[in-house]
């Protein structure tokens, strides 16, 4: 985590400051790009795997998520308002599309506007997203020193003891052959990427409108699953994990279908993001709340096999960015398939379809599915207290077996 938040930070700034050259933008950006996700990625995974190696305890693991969670999506939710408000005050002027300037000269006029905007409001924007990055970088550092300075690892409350550890490849075959986790991880890959699609699709039915507006309604998103986070929190400790995931992930879909009945306007598609933040909040806590879980079941069933954590919660931090690179490619070639203009006044028809298609019928879908294998899902709450009890035991007598191997050291002595 120190050795990659420096060179995240000043990856990121990069990714904005495109130098003025006519040749090779596109891959300074994609070069910086994929830096900047691969060091956040050495940040992520040991940030995610600490839940482990601060408490054995059960429930303080699933407070520990929960608050992580929250703090997560908090986060999010100030990078969100930073962005929006620096970038928002940049006004880029739509242009009308070439069927409402004229057949004829509609090449030339479109050569004409974008000479007369692009000038200007690149400049500005360009600015906006440098600064807006300075000052996210800046939290970056000030979150990292926080995290590195006050939390201590404490690897004896998840490791037994055991015989020599596992190899890095032997222990991927055993977590990936492990059935509760593949089955833990399709549920979280399908229900993630409905909601992202769906906020992806809640940002394009801005885009006709003004940014500001677009970052404002993911804004109300993220905030309403920011505020609902607890509450989640007390339902799975009151009615288990698993009715929770069916209750707080299935409670998006009436609002989501919503969106399909009626008309686009703004009080339904506001009513919507909050609606979907309350969901967001129970398809992102719970998933991390189960991984645990499944962690405890794998060390009863592989007792001799240790430390293998990191690969548990990294293929965990793989799906929540493969499913958000999905998610913008199914929402940026779906509406340029349906002819969406960039920058433009007014869409067509079909993008408007092509929008309520993204926020309604497929998040509805990939639920659905989801659902369906959150129900394969071996761990229930009677499976997690026989696990808890199971690995008390374990622990006790690993215990118990060390102090008499000391007592008779000593006695030899």
């Given at each position: 985590i120190i050795f990659s938040t420096p060179f995240a930070v000043i990856s990121y700034f990069l990714i904005w400051f495109v130098p003025d050259i006519s040749r090779g933008q596109v891959m300074w950006y994609l070069v910086f790009y994929c830096i900047f996700q691969t060091l956040v990625t050495c940040f992520?995974?040991?940030?995610?795997?600490?839940?482990?190696?601060?408490?054995?305890?059960?429930?303080?693991?699933?407070?520990?998520?929960?608050?992580?969670?929250?703090?997560e999506v908090l986060g999010t939710v100030l990078g969100t308002a930073i962005q929006g408000q620096i970038v928002g005050k940049v006004i880029t002027p739509c242009i009308e599309s070439p069927l409402f300037i004229g057949n004829a000269n509609s090449s030339v006029a479109m050569e004409e506007l974008n000479m007369t905007h692009d000038t200007g409001s690149l400049t500005d924007t360009r600015n906006a997203y440098m600064i807006a990055a300075g000052v996210i970088g800046g939290l970056y550092v000030l979150c990292a020193v926080i995290l590195s300075v006050g939390v201590r690892e404490k690897r004896e409350s998840s490791e037994l003891q055991s015989d020599e550890p596992v190899s890095f490849f032997q222990g991927l075959k055993l977590v990936m052959n492990h059935g509760a986790y593949i089955k833990l991880i399709a549920g979280f890959l399908f229900t993630s990427l409905a909601f992202m699609v769906s906020a992806a699709g809640l940002g394009g039915r801005g885009r006709g409108n003004s940014s500001s507006t677009a970052w404002r309604r993911l804004g109300d998103e993220l905030l309403s699953a920011t505020l609902t986070i607890?509450?989640?929190?007390?339902?799975?400790?009151?009615?288990?994990?698993?009715?929770?995931?069916?209750?707080?992930?299935?409670?998006?879909?009436?609002?989501?279908?919503?969106?399909?009945?009626?008309?686009?306007?703004?009080?339904?598609?506001?009513?919507?993001?909050?609606?979907?933040?309350?969901?967001?909040?129970?398809?992102?806590?719970?998933?991390?709340?189960?991984?645990?879980?499944?962690?405890?079941?794998?060390?009863?069933?592989?007792?001799?096999?240790?430390?293998?954590?990191?690969?548990?919660?990294?293929?965990?931090?793989?799906?929540?960015?493969?499913?958000?690179?999905?998610?913008?490619?199914?929402?940026?070639?779906?509406?340029?398939?349906?002819?969406?203009?960039?920058?433009?006044?007014?869409?067509?028809?079909?993008?408007?379809?092509?929008?309520?298609?993204?926020?309604s019928a497929v998040p509805v879908g990939l639920i659905l599915l989801g659902l369906l294998l959150f129900k394969l899902y071996p761990i229930d709450e009677e499976k997690r207290r026989k696990n808890k009890k199971a690995l008390q035991d374990l622990r006790e007598e690993s215990n118990s077996s060390s102090e008499s191997d000391n007592t008779e050291l000593a006695s030899i002595v």
């Open positions: 992520h995974v040991p940030y995610s795997a600490l839940t482990m190696f601060i408490s054995r305890e059960q429930s303080e693991r699933d407070s520990a998520t929960a608050y992580r969670m929250t703090v607890p509450l989640w929190q007390w339902f799975l400790t009151r009615f288990g994990k698993k009715t929770a995931v069916y209750v707080g992930i299935s409670s998006a879909i009436p609002f989501l279908i919503l969106v399909a009945v009626l008309d686009s306007n703004l009080i339904v598609t506001y009513i919507v993001a909050v609606a979907a933040g309350i969901s967001v909040a129970a398809a992102f806590l719970l998933p991390w709340s189960m991984l645990p879980d499944v962690v405890d079941d794998f060390k009863l069933q592989h007792p001799d096999s240790h430390g293998h954590e990191a690969i548990f919660f990294s293929f965990y931090v793989f799906f929540t960015k493969f499913t958000s690179g999905v998610s913008l490619g199914i929402s940026t070639l779906s509406l340029d398939f349906a002819g969406y203009q960039t920058r433009g006044c007014s869409q067509p028809s079909e993008v408007h379809f092509t929008l309520k298609m993204l926020v």
